[in-house]
């Protein structure tokens, strides 16, 4: 149990991390300002500011779980130099996050099947591909079948899930968690680019709504349906959790 909750923590505050830094270097990129890059949970209480660079200023939070980029400063809660932003930087600065969790996750692929596999470099390289695509392809296919009522929700994971899978996956050695590691990444990425409010790919639905009718959606609509995205995000993620314990101990 400890190892789940050791290799869970581990596995995805690293990934979440390195979806965080897209956005961080998009962002740095575009000219807009990031005011803090914070490992941990976004709402536990920070500890500790570990340096500061430019204006942003990295921290360490309470919950070391995950982490997050701030386009606000302390106490305003606007990030009005983001949404000032052309629809293109805002447009980049969405979607980093997750071609990094892509990218990130061929990077671990590839060392895998060189390390493990003994495979050659061109070899590592096709197969990691290969892999990225079939992740890609059985996402899709789940979630159309979700959408339209031809599956079930038995193929989602909650945290309790992902963590016995990262504990199993600890529990085989290195290389095998390093592979759990970059499905979880590439699956991360693209989750985060469906059009739900509480995602990355809901903001880039806004933004196509904006470049639609030439004119840009008040920062309380923002606002409003983020707040509601976050709202149902939570409750499925506490009904697959529920399910998950219950699948634990039966």
Do not use: C
Request: net charge neutral; glycine share 10%; hydrophobic share 55%.
């Amino acid at each position: 149990m400890i190892t789940s909750l050791i290799a869970f923590i581990v596995v995805f505050t690293i990934i979440v991390l390195v979806h965080e830094l897209g956005h961080f270097i998009a962002a740095r990129h575009s000219g807009v300002k990031v005011y803090e890059f914070s490992i941990g949970f976004p709402f536990s209480p920070k500890i500790a500011t570990l340096f500061r660079h430019k204006e942003t200023s990295f921290t360490l939070r309470l919950l070391p779980l995950g982490g997050f980029v701030s386009f606000s400063e302390e106490g305003d809660g606007e990030a009005k130099e983001l949404f000032e932003a052309s629809w293109f930087k805002r447009a980049l600065i969405m979607s980093a996050g997750s071609l990094f969790n892509v990218i990130f996750a061929f990077l671990i692929f590839t060392t895998v099947f060189v390390i493990g596999k003994h495979l050659p470099f061109p070899d590592a390289v096709f197969l990691s591909a290969k892999m990225l695509w079939e992740i890609l392809a059985g996402t899709a296919v789940f979630i159309f079948n979700l959408i339209s009522g031809g599956g079930s929700m038995e193929g989602l994971t909650g945290p309790v899930g992902i963590a016995s899978l990262a504990g199993q996956a600890a529990s085989k050695g290195l290389l095998n968690l390093m592979y759990f590691t970059g499905i979880l990444s590439m699956s991360l990425g693209i989750i985060n680019l469906l059009p739900l409010p509480a995602l990355d790919g809901g903001q880039l639905s806004m933004l196509l709504i904006e470049a639609i009718r030439q004119k840009p959606l008040s920062l309380r609509t923002y606002q409003v349906v983020t707040v509601l995205g976050m709202s149902l995000f939570i409750i499925l993620t506490v009904i697959v959790t529920y399910r998950d314990i219950v699948g634990l101990v039966t």
